[in-house]
Nanobody, 122 residues
Framework: QVHLVESGGGLVQPGRSLRLSCAALGNIRSINDMGWYRQAPGGNQREFLATINNRNSTTYGDSVKGRITISRDNAKNTAYLQMNSLRPEDTAVYYC???????????????WGQGTQVTVSS
């Protein structure tokens, strides 16, 4: 059993920064890509924000490029999302995603966290 647990969300004022964490827990043998997505209030699609692979190669979505940085600590099976200069339109539920091999399967399976709420408001 594998769980992705996000943390670090909350209420923040416009212009401030926030750092989200995503810890992969369980019977993990290997993690390839780890990524972040978000879903705005009333939205029905998740927006791609960033991904990082196990060689620390990163990709960013166009809407947030320049304001966010994704990183990971492979020893802790944890990914981070540093967000700067936050705007009210960044208000959303932020989800972590990862491709993980467990001891039960030789193939990568995709996992999602439950999400963490980020609200940007004065």
């Amino acid at each position: 059993q594998v769980h992705l647990v996000e943390s670090g969300g909350g209420l923040v004022q416009p212009g401030r920064s926030l750092r989200l964490s995503c810890a992969a827990l369980g019977n993990i043998r290997s993690i390839n890509d780890m990524g972040w997505y978000r879903q705005a209030p009333g939205g029905n699609q998740r927006e791609f924000l960033a991904t990082i692979n196990n060689r620390n190669s990163t990709t960013y979505g166009d809407s947030v490029k320049g304001r966010i940085t994704i990183s990971r600590d492979n020893a802790k099976n944890t990914a981070y999302l540093q967000m700067n200069s936050l705007r009210p339109e960044d208000t959303a539920v932020y989800y972590c995603n990862a491709a993980i091999i467990t001891s039960h399967s030789p193939y990568y399976n995709e996992y999602w966290g439950q999400g963490t709420q980020v609200t940007v408001s004065s």
